[in-house]
């Protein structure tokens, strides 16, 4: 099993930032990549960002060149640095650990709001 507490959502002007955090806890050694997906009022789920346990991160087009996503090893933690954020922006922010293709878990989501 493993538990993911998200933090750092809320509200911002469009071309500000925020920076999301995931403390992951329990079966952590087992965790192989970890990730950010959103969802916006109406929308399917999509993926935001993802980094493998060696580093190797990968994108959604609309959010390259402005989003960062790191991992510290050492705290168990993911961060989703966003910065120019847009009103587009706006949905419920999940991390996601995934284990293998058939497990994976889930935060509870954090709210992130960009004003116009």
């Known amino acids: 099993q493993v538990q993911l507490v998200e933090s750092g959502g809320g509200l911002v002007q469009a071309g500000g930032s925020l920076r999301l955090s995931c403390a992951a806890s329990?079966?952590?050694?087992?965790?192989?990549?970890m990730g950010w997906y959103r969802q916006a009022p109406g929308k399917q789920r999509e993926l935001v960002a993802t980094?493998?346990?060696?580093?190797?991160?990968n994108y959604a087009e609309s959010v390259k060149g402005r989003f960062t996503i790191s991992r510290d090893n050492a705290k168990n933690t993911v961060y989703l640095q966003m910065n120019s954020l847009k009103p587009d922006d706006t949905a419920v922010y999940y991390c996601?650990?995934?284990?293998?293709?058939?497990?994976?878990?889930w935060g509870q989501g954090t709210q992130v709001t960009v004003s116009s």
């Open positions: 996601n650990a995934k284990i293998s293709a058939v497990s994976q878990y």
């Open positions: 329990g079966s952590i050694l087992s965790i192989a990549t």
């Open positions: 980094i493998t346990q060696s580093g190797v991160t």
